[in-house]
């Protein structure tokens, strides 16, 4: 089923009905903002344009974007398509190898490069003979052109109009498991889902929102870029990690994306102002508790939120619970780069304990005998590019898309993940062992923010754990009696939740932060397993032997 109006088409529309309406919002250096309209948006996007057909590539060449979140990075997106070619977004740091593995897979003819942190780290990763266009917010470097020269060309006349089942983005996979898959949409895939998507949430041209997370992934791509030209939305842009709570508080979004990680940052952020016992006694207070709740929020930015969506990653149930005694409710929504995102979502009135919630409208889903999540929708990707055999492996024969997430529905269709297909380990005494379903367990516990639980071919599975920024504060004050007697605790519930052979030998709380920076996660904020595994695989023998319930890496 393809969507009446593609996105480009939806875009038009938008700019021809409020032409004068402000639609980016562009901090600047200096704490200046830059407010573009809808129709200067479109000016600039056909300039742009006409500057890519003087290049007389072929039809549908590949185009690149490597940059943080701006308003250009939308504009650019536009003009590709404009100009009648493919946009490649790329994560802004990604190293230089990872960028020409990238580029040369795609076969890119111009890169388009912005907000970057580390340009010299990854500028040599842009193969000899490919031109790179500076845009408004750029590194410092030499660029073959910048986007004041495209500028100065003519804006195009006519009003492109790609086809639906013309390929408008190749949406490179973060790779947690390997080598990132290039993974195909058509304008079709696009307007299935943020049309409908729409409708589940009611945005309208009044809504406000905060690009923060990477537009070059499907998450942002979907709720934020295709969401405004479908729902007239304005767009705030986050400058950085420094001003981050300005940017939101300046934003003030009505409607909000965040994995669980962002959630529970501002969660830490309001417990470093006030401790978590004193606000969970203000709170239960009847008259005062839900004025303190609206207090906090405001102080996050998060007031006006009327829809917040959590998702990516599982989300502990007691962070949901936090949240709704606030007065906001989070949902939980499910979805992979493969169907746009656009899978499952919760529904107010409908959250369920433990499940995520019901197929987003014209969802098809099966549970295969393998115990697999299957979905089909007008969303679902073309395929990978140039990998026939990783398609064929990942979509069946009917067209469903195969997640390699382990699930199970109830008789509302409500959804419930098990784990991962690839994930189950099997140890030395020859159980299989599904890990996500202990690391949620694990992961509700305030002091901890990460985990991965390891077993394959040990006795019993440990879990390796990153202690919460707070936990971490509270250990260079003080000592670790309290902290140990928590997680032994801990440790005993869970056990006595799992059967003998998924037991946790015992929790192992490592030195090391897990971030992107030093490659334990992925762009998008997933823990990289294999590198988990392989970092502490010299020490697992020796925490095995021990069998103490807490251990420390020292």
Same mark, same amino acid.
């Given at each position: 089923?393809?969507?009446?109006?593609? /996105?480009?088409?939806?875009?038009?529309?938008?700019?021809?009905?409020? /032409?004068?309406?402000?639609?980016?919002?562009?901090?600047?250096?200096?704490?200046?903002?830059?407010?573009?309209?809808?129709?200067?948006?479109?000016?600039?996007?056909?300039?742009?344009?006409?500057?890519?057909?003087?290049?007389?590539?072929?039809?549908?060449?590949?185009?690149?974007?490597?940059?943080?979140?701006?308003?250009?990075?939308?504009?650019?997106?536009?003009?590709?398509?404009?100009?009648?070619?493919?946009?490649?977004?790329? $994560? /802004?740091?990604?190293?230089?190898?990872?960028? %020409?593995?990238?580029?040369?897979?795609? +076969?890119?003819?111009?890169?388009?490069?912005?907000?970057?942190?580390?340009?010299?780290?990854?500028?040599?990763?842009?193969?000899?003979?490919?031109?790179?266009?500076?845009?408004?917010?750029?590194?410092?470097?030499?660029?073959? +052109?910048?986007?004041?020269?495209?500028?100065?060309?003519?804006?195009?006349?006519?009003?492109?109009?790609?086809?639906?089942?013309?390929?408008?983005?190749?949406?490179?996979?973060?790779?947690?498991?390997?080598?990132?898959?290039?993974?195909?949409?058509?304008?079709?895939?696009?307007?299935?889902?943020?049309?409908?998507?729409?409708?589940?949430?009611?945005?309208?041209?009044?809504?406000?929102?905060?690009?923060?997370?990477?537009?070059?992934?499907?998450?942002?791509?979907?709720?934020?870029?295709?969401?405004?030209? $479908?729902?007239?939305?304005?767009?705030?842009?986050?400058?950085?990690?420094?001003?981050?709570?300005?940017?939101?508080?300046?934003?003030?979004?009505?409607?909000?994306?965040?994995?669980?990680?962002?959630?529970?940052?501002?969660?830490?952020?309001?417990?470093?102002?006030?401790?978590?016992?004193?606000?969970?006694?203000?709170?239960?207070?009847?008259?005062?508790?839900?004025?303190?709740?609206?207090?906090?929020?405001?102080?996050?930015?998060?007031?006006?939120? %009327?829809?917040?969506?959590?998702?990516?990653?599982?989300?502990?149930?007691?962070?949901?619970?936090?949240?709704? %005694?606030?007065?906001?409710?989070?949902?939980?929504? $499910?979805?992979?780069?493969?169907?746009?995102? $656009?899978?499952?979502?919760?529904?107010?009135?409908?959250?369920?304990?433990?499940?995520?919630?019901?197929?987003?409208?014209?969802?098809?889903?099966?549970?295969?005998?393998?115990?697999?999540? +299957?979905?089909?929708?007008?969303?679902?990707?073309?395929?990978?590019?140039?990998?026939?055999?990783?398609?064929?492996?990942?979509?069946?024969?009917?067209?469903?898309?195969?997640?390699?997430?382990?699930?199970?529905?109830?008789?509302?269709?409500?959804? %419930?993940?098990?784990?991962?297909?690839?994930?189950?380990?099997?140890?030395?005494?020859?159980?299989?062992?599904?890990?996500?379903?202990?690391?949620?367990?694990?992961?509700?516990?305030s002091k901890i923010e990460q985990v991965c639980v390891v077993g394959d071919g040990m006795p019993q599975p440990m879990a390796l754990c990153?202690?919460?920024?707070?936990?971490?504060?509270?250990?260079?004050?003080?000592?670790?009696?309290?902290?140990?007697?928590?997680?032994?605790?801990?440790?005993?519930?869970?056990?006595?939740?799992?059967?003998?052979?998924?037991?946790?030998?015992?929790?192992?709380?490592?030195?090391?932060?897990?971030?992107?920076?030093?490659?334990?996660?992925?762009?998008?904020?997933?823990?990289?397993?294999s590198v988990v595994e392989g970092a502490y695989a010299a020490n697992i023998t020796g925490w095995m032997e021990r069998r103490e319930p807490?251990?420390?890496?020292?």
């Amino acid at each position: 089923m393809t969507a009446v109006r593609l /996105p480009l088409d939806a875009f038009f529309q938008r700019e021809a009905r409020h /032409p004068n309406k402000r639609y980016l919002l562009q901090p600047l250096p200096g704490g200046q903002i830059e407010e573009l309209s809808w129709a200067e948006v479109g000016d600039q996007a056909r300039r742009a344009a006409n500057w890519l057909r003087a290049l007389e590539l072929a039809p549908g060449s590949c185009i690149a974007i490597i940059s943080k979140n701006c308003a250009h990075w939308i504009i650019t997106d536009l003009a590709i398509w404009m100009a009648g070619h493919v946009s490649v977004p790329l $994560y /802004p740091n990604l190293t230089a190898e990872s960028v %020409r593995q990238v580029l040369e897979h795609a +076969q890119v003819a111009v890169v388009f490069v912005g907000k970057l942190d580390d340009w010299p780290a990854m500028a040599p990763g842009i193969p000899e003979g490919i031109p790179c266009v500076g845009l408004p917010l750029r590194p410092a470097g030499r660029f073959d +052109q910048l986007w004041s020269d495209l500028q100065a060309c003519t804006p195009i006349q006519d009003q492109p109009k790609p086809a639906a089942d013309q390929l408008c983005t190749i949406i490179y996979t973060s790779g947690t498991t390997g080598t990132p898959k290039g993974v195909i949409h058509n304008f079709s895939n696009f307007a299935f889902g943020a049309s409908r998507g729409i409708e589940l949430f009611g945005v309208a041209e009044e809504d406000r929102m905060l690009s923060y997370l990477p537009l070059c992934h499907v998450a942002e791509r979907m709720f934020v870029e295709m969401t405004s030209f $479908y729902g007239g939305s304005t767009i705030f842009f986050a400058d950085s990690l420094d001003t981050f709570l300005e940017d939101l508080k300046r934003a003030r979004p009505t409607v909000m994306f965040g994995v669980p990680r962002i959630w529970t940052k501002f969660q830490m952020g309001v417990y470093a102002k006030m401790p978590a016992a004193r606000l969970d006694r203000l709170l239960k207070l009847p008259l005062i508790g839900r004025l303190v709740g609206r207090k906090v929020l405001a102080g996050l930015g998060l007031d006006a939120v %009327r829809y917040a969506l959590c998702g990516a990653a599982p989300v502990p149930e007691a962070l949901l619970k936090w949240y709704q %005694r606030l007065g906001l409710d989070l949902f939980e929504v $499910y979805g992979m780069t493969e169907n746009c995102g $656009y899978s499952h979502v919760c529904r107010p009135g409908k959250r369920r304990h433990g499940w995520i919630g019901q197929p987003c409208t014209d969802v098809e889903v099966r549970i295969a005998d393998t115990g697999e999540v +299957q979905v089909r929708s007008g969303a679902t990707m073309q395929g990978y590019y140039l990998e026939p055999e990783k398609t064929a492996e990942t979509l069946t024969t009917d067209g469903f898309l195969r997640t390699g997430d382990k699930g199970e529905q109830d008789a509302e269709g409500n959804l %419930r993940l098990t784990g991962r297909i690839k994930e189950i380990f099997k140890t030395s005494k020859g159980k299989y062992v599904a890990p996500a379903p202990i690391e949620n367990l694990l992961g509700a516990h305030s002091k901890i923010e990460q985990v991965c639980v390891v077993g394959d071919g040990m006795p019993q599975p440990m879990a390796l754990c990153v202690l919460s920024e707070g936990a971490r504060k509270e250990l260079a004050n003080g000592t670790r009696v309290e902290l140990e007697g928590s997680l032994k605790a801990l440790l005993e519930a869970v056990n006595a939740q799992l059967d003998k052979h998924e037991r946790l030998l015992g929790i192992v709380l490592v030195k090391d932060i897990w971030a992107i920076d030093n490659g334990f996660l992925t762009p998008t904020l997933k823990i990289k397993r294999s590198v988990v595994e392989g970092a502490y695989a010299a020490n697992i023998t020796g925490w095995m032997e021990r069998r103490e319930p807490v251990l420390w890496h020292e």
